[in-house]
């Protein structure tokens, strides 16, 4: 089953830039809160973003200053731009909803997940 797609990564030296998109096929977002997340080499998967249904942002500070998430409700999709690219973003970066009520009234929140983009970075 398709959930979320993310879409943009590659490979890039550092100091570049990467747009990652999310897309949501099947589903509508608006009222979602959504997050990007990303999983380097080894390491545990960490919450790097996160954008409210009002478009209230927040970053982890090891990204604070060159990333930025928007979203575009008018597409359904998620963005996460990312500037002067360092080594150690190395990762594969998904997204996610977050608090998120889609199903009927009184239901529990619904929790979407996607299959990542990979992001490398080289020196």
């Known amino acids: 089953q398709v959930q979320l797609v993310e879409s943009g990564g590659g490979s890039v030296q550092a100091g570049g830039s990467l747009k990652l998109s999310c897309a949501a096929p099947g589903y509508i977002l608006s009222n979602c809160e959504m997050g990007w997340y990303r999983q380097a080499p080894g390491k545990e998967r960490e919450l790097v973003s996160r954008i409210s249904s009002d478009g209230v942002t927040t970053y982890v500070d090891s990204v604070k200053g060159r990333l930025t998430i928007s979203r575009d409700n008018s597409e359904n999709t998620l963005y996460l731009q990312i500037y002067a690219l360092k080594t150690e973003d190395t990762a594969v970066y998904y997204c996610?909803?977050?608090?998120?009520?889609?199903?009927?009234?009184?239901?529990?929140?619904?929790?979407?997940w996607g299959q990542g983009t990979q992001v490398t970075v080289s020196s």
């Open positions: 996610a909803t977050l608090d998120c009520y889609l199903g009927p009234p009184g239901t529990d929140a619904t929790t979407l």
